[in-house]
């Protein structure tokens, strides 16, 4: 149940990595297992190829690819004659590991054990997300990758990418993201996370095969939707509106049109993710340096050396990663001499802002993708 | 235990109210009990008293009174010779009918049934408690207050006094408020609510004598927390820093000093605050709409009679109740003729700002409640 596919997506593939992932804490991993999807064919010199990283909760279904597929979660960015056009690249995306969508996560059984690992799933870092994304690169025969692309967690992998594998990335676009995780970024994913390890069933983590702890990954839920929204979002989307009601009911059910939709998030987000991936996920994204990550791997003085070309994307009303914290990987870039471009596209709908429709991401990603050709 | 008064704080005393209180629900409470305490000595006229509305938590313990007493929440702007000054004025602070620091609330007992009410006491709003309060001031022997101040819900509590009982106000402050409250600001009280009544010891309201919710309130109140600060006030309190330790640890435990703040904070609150007491509070606060208020009692056109001098003050990092949402205060109040003053100040420190000490403050606080003694 836990390892579920998006309903609708026919083309998920799981590939089993051959050797052991080592990760940044020191353990050993063994036999982790990647879910991916593709878009496309890859070209014969194998130079075509993109990876997609996705964001915390999504998963490998970034768009659909036959008929009678479920939109993906970036349908309108990724497909033939899009943005990310499949018709001219091979397109790549996987589920990330510690998550819940058929990569090994914490859901996953514990081959020492038998049982699914619970919270003895060693904590997982971005770069290690990014090392079995490499692995991953390695198994589909592809030495360099056109470009890495993602938003907001998504774009701490683009980043890590550059950081751990700078000679395997042609291009990088980042959006709405950060170069370190803010305080007030940690404070909204710890609050997230008490509200979870406080359900009762969450029992320390090994709650698979009882009850789940729903009613605190509900709570988690609803933190995270008020921060993927913006002030003016919800004031346009729901103001001070009552659900099905015209006066005040004077009691404690949801009667706000902000509650209801709150509500109905919440509910929605327990039918499909696990709470413990919520957990190893948000904790990763609070890790997340990549200024330190550099430093510690020596590899800040290398930064000069790549030459590919990177684009930051912020949004105007986003205040999870605002666009001040998106100028600072720009100047982190400049100041060791990455080609880096910068947009802020103005945008009133918050964070949420990237996975939506966009004419002015099109073009810009377009434009960009296409320069990387040439380059 | 509910009923806790303020540690130290040797001034309070309780009035019943004579008579039933009749709810904007409809309901009517009976032998309503209000805790308050008083500063400095009332005029022969009766015409130099303050009253003091306190935000959410807060209680009547707005200052310190005598030796040995605790400082109050606005000891810095309460006392001999200070911005509302205890030599020259009578000041009275109660607690807000709906609470739990000695004002009847969800944890008194409901003499129907001799146990406390839990969520069998009716959903009050602003108009009630303030409609509590004025009938303190009756007890009192007071017809008309000098002024009215209040912060956050306090300030709320400020703008119903102007509509329910504008003859009977001198002049009033608000600081740090809205006139009516916004989805985003609902939004978190919703989910600090639904992690009150998620927690299983909750009971639906009716724990007294049992376990507290104290999981679920610890969360709530890391919510509120998170929207008290500011990103800015965030980044230079604690940064990425971590709590007694140089190294990730790798585990789920509090490690960056944002975390144990929160925790800190959460667990603080749970030892002086009733879950359900916060449940009722938040409501009024999301219910709170003075032009609806306005519209509603058919006072919207006798706002042109108010004379009194209004001050409205905003905090340019408040995030919670923004400049723009004060500064709509301040064009309701023209747009009838008021006569409104309206100051920003400069502050880094989130919400928060208006608790703290200031010098811009204790000056413009002065200024105006010396100009309401020409008035």
């Not at 083309?11 to 089993?16: A, D, E, I």
């Not at 990647?34 to 194998?46: H, M, N, R, S, Y």
């Amino acid at each position: 149940m836990l390892h579920a596919v998006t309903q609708g997506a026919s083309g998920q593939q799981v590939h089993t990595l051959d050797g052991p992932v080592t990760l940044e804490n020191g353990d050993e991993l063994q036999g982790v297992t990647v879910a991916f999807e593709t878009w496309g064919t890859l070209d014969a010199a194998k130079g075509n190829a993109i990876l997609i990283c996705h964001a915390l909760t999504g998963d490998s279904h970034a768009a659909s690819g036959q008929d009678g597929d479920a939109p993906g979660w970036w349908e309108t960015m990724v497909g033939p004659g899009r943005a990310i056009d499949t018709d001219r690249y091979f397109v790549i995306c996987s589920n990330v590991l510690g998550g819940c969508m058929g990569t090994t996560g914490p859901s996953s059984v514990n081959p020492e054990t038998g049982r699914p690992f619970g919270t003895d799933f060693p904590v997982v870092t971005i770069g290690d997300m990014v090392r079995v994304q490499a692995a991953l690169v390695d198994h589909l025969g592809i030495d360099r990758l056109h470009a890495v692309i993602g938003g907001s967690v998504g774009g701490m992998q683009v980043l890590s990418w550059c950081r751990q594998f700078p000679e395997r990335v042609g291009s990088g676009v980042a959006l709405a993201t950060t170069m370190r995780h803010s305080a007030l970024s940690i404070a909204f994913n710890e609050v997230a996370r008490q509200s979870i390890v406080s359900d009762p069933n969450w029992n320390k983590g090994h709650y698979y095969g009882g009850e789940s702890p729903a009613l605190g990954l509900s709570v988690a839920r609803m933190i995270g939707h008020i921060t993927y929204l913006s002030d003016d979002a919800m004031h346009r989307k729901f103001g001070r509106r009552l659900q099905d009601r015209d006066e005040f009911a004077f009691d404690f059910d949801a009667e706000f049109q902000v509650e209801s939709y709150l509500h109905y998030q919440g509910a929605k987000f327990v039918d499909r993710f696990d709470a413990n991936s919520l957990l190893y996920i948000t904790k990763a994204a609070d890790y997340f340096d990549i200024e330190q990550g550099l430093r510690d791997s020596g590899a800040l003085g290398r930064m000069a050396e790549l030459r590919h070309p990177f684009l930051v994307v912020s949004y105007t009303s986003d205040w999870l990663y605002p666009t001040y914290q998106n100028r600072e990987i720009v100047s982190l870039f400049k100041r060791y001499g990455v080609d880096v471009s910068f947009c802020e596209i103005e945008a009133s709908c918050g964070h949420d802002a990237f996975l939506l429709p966009s004419d002015r991401l099109t073009t810009i990603l377009t434009g960009f993708l296409g320069k990387g050709d040439h380059a």
